[in-house]
């Protein structure tokens, strides 16, 4: 036998797809053992403890682990990539033609659906973001997610009830709203009863027993297993209490909870005698009653008869001599081991269990101890990067193997939940461990008796008489009520208990004359009275479930963000300046204007020395720079006259003497690709009036050998001094005479225009280049030149399929620097590259710089040249898609990927895929194709760290080597540093802030 284990890094899948593919690739031919899992402690634990070598990893990292013959291994290798490949087609496939794929957050989702609830089910630490969509969306929302810190479940609460909407949860595993089920949830008539629940399983027991007894729920709203705590103090559970006192379908309520801080409940009571309904408990505790007693006072109360509870007979002769040893309860469900610690407490003495009642009886970490012990195996820390129990029941099955063969074992009190969301079929796996743990210890001289709670409905998809009659064939004892199954285990063990009376109706309010408090004409949105349609992030599974309800599910297709960045991206998340800050920066992005004013040398509008070149991206020095950026610096010296030959300027550069390198944007300016603006070369000037600002670009070379790619021949420094001498001063005139006689050219009414043409603004500007010159045209023909060099500038513009370019990308300029400076503003207002780094500069935080290393563009090459030719991303012509266009609006252009790659459906799923990183869309850039969509525009530095996506930029390729030129065009995005240097920035401005 082989081993063959890997890690695959950014292959997130939830737990319960990695339960369903792990039994996959176990089942292929050959494979002795396999685990598939996400690389938590836990599950790094396990696979270990299954004898496999694992190496250094980190959380989102996937680990494959196949044990097997090489056939065995191939085989599993095989199921692997066929599950999971079926896995990502249904969380993540196009529907159609062009689509965008799912929305990768809830709030997607929300926004893609129009849902009026939503369900969270991803891991703890990224739960809250989640759930907070949900409440600036103004929609109700259900966090199954555990692991969520107290702090993060107040701040979450405290904005839901700003905003009139409920928080389920955190750790919320049931509710029923309009009669349907989410999380893990039970068929049960529809009736009048209204649930409060603090509690999963204990709604659960709940709503079953009065399914039982023949009374029906109008709604079960969870609030999670903390709010009754101190620290949470019933802040969910007095919204659900008002919202069901105003719904008309409902006329008692009931509130169910694990042990409630004594202060809490205390106040709950006093708020609930105000509703104007009759409020029931059944909150657990010391010398309060058990759930059954409490439904039954809940039964007395609605005038229903208490039945007498179902039970089914252990099969097979048992011997008349009671069990000596221990209790040991193995749960699913939290609130049925406290409540089975609560009754079995007073009889038995000390209960030790990994949620104990007094913090002096828990148990270490094994969980081991020779006394009595009830362990709850959907405890936060036992659920860390698995499928609850409920779903995955392995953990508990192992553990009964383990107490059968421990002599100390005396009654093995078990519990088994059915219902939506759930295991498929649990029983036949439990049946089977409990007959083999009876027939182990059989083995050994001793009895074990089995009792089993079993929590059901006659409707529940599993079946409730059949699954709880396997358990019977198998030789446990069954009931449905769980307060009886302990009782039963109790007199197993030779103790003399008895139910007690069922409780009066001390426990219910009386309805009190008035109108209820708190209580609007329509809480929560309507939602009670609601067809209710679901957004949904996490586990599938649930999606499922709510799908074979005929429910309309929109799933987001999460993953977990960047490594490393959940702390900072809850910081700035949280910040209460973001929201507006952002809303504020898209306004002025799409309400700068751009118009063409001038024409003029660099260093008079740049102020230029002799000396300085400007250059693109972020700051740089000669040593460091690529082959493109020196070809073009060495090319400048020798346009200025600073050198006579291509090896005296690269020696000056690097000896640094009498020269200055500084980036075009610190001076407000662009450049294309190397970027390179000297003294002498002239540039376009252009103005936003509306919050007085300039930008200069520029004049473009046409394509061919360009100083722009690293080009610095004879033929391109030629150009260059035409340019200046010839093309510069015709130009200016143009302009002016253009701007005397009909006022400047509005270059951002040109790009909307060009948009609609089938050019995107970056690599394909042929239409804007046309409209421009039908502008210039006019007034370069009257200009005080010669007619040869008036025909030349004319025929050299006309050729220049690029002209419109260096007017584009100031134009952007003037939008992304509008925005920028707004204190508490996630919003990129600089991209730009040097070709060794990517750089971005962010709102929020001035004017530094977050760089990481520049990525290789992928793409179609020139003539003989290929990938190991290119030079890593250059250019700050990636202004254009910070502004909302280039590779955003791809789908505005789709001949585009005649150019850089890729077809048709990539260019209009990349345009969608953007709207998932920023915060709004263009008021005056639309893409005709999507319906007249404004671009997405406003790159969100939060919701790239959020969601993984990074920005789709289409881009030339230069040279590597200095002196080649132009070698392709591709497709590119930044490295991910960028992006989480700045978010860490960003979280240290929000403390500040």
């Avoid at 759930?422 to 009895?447: C, F, I, K, N, W």
């Avoid at 200046?724 to 951002?748: F, H």
């Avoid at 920005?951 to 991910?976: D, S, Y």
Wanted: net charge negative; aromatic share 4%; proline share 6%.
């Amino acid at each position: 036998m082989a081993d063959h284990v890997e890690l695959r890094t950014g292959a997130y899948f939830d737990s319960v797809t990695l339960m369903q593919v792990s039994r996959t690739v176990a089942a292929a031919p050959g494979v002795e053992a396999a685990q598939v899992a996400m690389a938590t402690e836990l599950n790094l634990e396990v696979i270990r403890g299954m004898g496999f070598d694992v190496p250094g990893s980190a959380p989102n990292d996937l680990v494959v682990a196949i044990r097997g013959d090489e056939a065995g291994i191939a085989a599993g290798q095989a199921a692997l990539e066929s599950a999971l490949t079926q896995s990502r087609s249904a969380a993540g496939a196009s529907a159609g033609f062009g689509e965008a794929p799912t929305a990768r957050t809830l709030g997607g989702a929300i926004r893609l659906s129009g849902a009026d609830l939503a369900l969270v089910s991803v891991p703890g630490e990224h739960a809250v973001t989640e759930a907070l969509d949900a409440v600036r969306a103004g929609v109700s929302v259900m966090v199954f997610s555990d692991n969520v810190p107290v702090e993060d479940e107040v701040r979450l609460k405290d904005a839901a009830a700003a905003a009139d909407v409920l928080v389920m949860g955190p750790d919320c595993g049931t509710a029923v709203v309009g009669g349907v089920a989410l999380g893990f949830a039970n068929v049960v008539r529809p009736g009048s009863v209204g649930l409060v629940a603090a509690s999963g399983t204990g709604a659960q027991q709940v709503m079953c027993l009065l399914d039982a007894a023949g009374v029906g729920i109008s709604h079960c709203l969870g609030v999670g297993g903390r709010d009754l705590s101190s620290a949470v103090a019933a802040r969910s559970t007095k919204q659900a209490l008002a919202a069901l006192a105003a719904d008309p379908e409902t006329t008692s309520l009931v509130v169910v909870s694990k042990p409630p801080a004594p202060e809490v409940l205390a106040d709950l009571e006093a708020y609930a005698a105000g509703l104007g309904k009759p409020v029931h408990w059944a909150t657990l505790g010391a010398g309060r009653p058990d759930l059954t007693a409490a439904v039954e006072s809940v039964l007395t109360a609605v005038g229903a008869d208490v039945p007498v509870w179902p039970t089914w007979e252990a099969a097979g002769a048992r011997s008349a001599t009671t069990s000596s040893g221990s209790l040991r309860g193995l749960f699913c469900g939290g609130t049925l081991a406290d409540e089975a610690m609560l009754v079995a407490g007073p009889v038995l003495g000390d209960i030790r269990s990994n949620i104990p009642l007094r913090p002096e009886l828990a148990l270490g970490v094994d969980l081991r101890d020779p006394g009595h012990v009830v362990i709850d195996f959907g405890d936060d820390t036992m659920t860390r990067g698995r499928a609850h129990p409920m779903i995955d029941p392995s953990l508990r099955l192992d553990r009964i193997a383990v107490e059968a063969a421990d002599p100390t074992c005396g009654v093995l009190l078990l519990d088994l939940v059915l219902g939506h969301g759930a295991h498929a079929d649990p029983a036949p796996e439990l049946a089977a461990a409990v007959r083999a743990a009876r027939e182990t210890a059989a083995a050994s001289g001793r009895e074990l008796p089995v009792v089993v709670s079993v929590t059901g409905t006659t409707s529940d998809p599993q079946g409730l008489d059949r699954s709880a009659q396997a358990l019977a064939d198998a030789g446990a004892d069954v009931l449905l009520s769980n307060a009886a199954a302990t009782r039963r285990a109790l007199q197993l063990l030779g103790h003399d208990v008895t139910a007690p009376e069922s409780a009066t109706g001390d426990t219910a309010y009386a309805p009190v004359a008035g109108t209820a408090t708190d209580v609007g004409a329509e809480p929560l949105h309507g939602l009670l009275a609601a067809d209710v349609t679901v957004a949904a992030a996490g586990v599938s599974l649930f999606s499922d479930a709510l799908r074979a309800q005929a429910v309309s599910v929109t799933e987001a297709s999460w993953q977990p963000p960047m490594a490393g960045t959940a702390a900072e991206l809850g910081r700035v998340l949280a910040d209460p300046r973001r929201d507006a800050a952002n809303a504020e920066a898209l306004r002025r992005m799409t309400a700068a204007g751009a118009d063409l004013v001038d024409v003029r040398p660099a260093h008079e509008v740049l102020g230029l020395e002799r000396g300085t070149f400007l250059h693109a991206g972020p700051p740089i020095e000669f040593a460091r720079a690529s082959g493109p950026l020196k070809g073009a610096l060495i090319g400048a010296m020798l346009f200025e006259g600073l050198a006579d030959t291509a090896e005296e300027a690269e020696a000056k550069l690097e000896k640094g003497d009498g020269i200055t390198l500084e980036p075009c944007h610190h001076r407000d300016a662009v450049g294309p690709m190397a970027g390179v603006i000297s003294p002498s070369m002239w540039v376009y000037e252009l103005r936003d009036e509306v919050h007085d600002n300039t930008s200069w670009c520029s004049l473009n070379e046409g394509l061919g050998k360009v100083l722009r790619y690293g080009a610095y021949g004879p033929e391109v420094i030629d150009r260059l001094r035409w340019m200046n001498s010839v093309l510069g001063p015709i130009l200016q005139q143009a302009v002016r005479t253009r701007v005397e006689q009909q006022g400047p050219i509005d270059v951002k009414a040109i790009i909307a225009q060009m948009l609609q043409m089938g050019d995107e603004g970056h690599n394909r500007n042929r239409a804007g280049s046309l409209m421009l010159l039908r502008e210039l045209l006019p007034t370069m023909i009257t200009a005080d030149a010669s007619s040869t060099d008036i025909a030349e500038a004319v025929r050299f513009s006309g050729a220049n399929e690029h002209f419109f370019l260096n007017l584009g990308m100031p134009a952007c300029k003037l939008s992304t620097l509008a925005a920028h400076g707004i204190p508490g503003s996630s919003v990129v207002t600089t991209m730009a590259r040097n070709g060794t780094d990517f750089g971005i500069r962010v709102s929020g935080t001035g004017d530094a710089w977050f760089t990481g290393p520049a990525n290789t563009p992928e793409g179609l090459f020139l003539g003989s040249y290929g990938p190991d030719d290119a030079n890593p991303d250059i250019g700050d012509s990636a202004i254009t898609e910070t502004a909302g266009i280039g590779g955003f609006a791809m789908a505005a252009a789709p001949a585009i990927v005649k150019f850089v790659g890729g077809d048709v459906p990539f260019a209009l799923r990349a345009t969608q895929t953007m709207y998932e990183i920023t915060v709004g869309e263009h008021t005056a850039y639309q893409v005709p194709i999507l319906e007249f969509r404004g671009t997405p525009t406003g790159i969100d530095v939060a919701a790239v760290a959020r969601t993984g996506i990074l920005p789709q930029i289409n881009t030339g390729m230069a040279g590597r080597v200095a002196g080649t030129g132009q070698v392709g065009a591709g497709l590119v995005t930044p490295p991910e540093q960028c992006f989480t240097q700045a978010l860490t920035a960003l979280a240290a401005a929000a403390g500040e802030g």
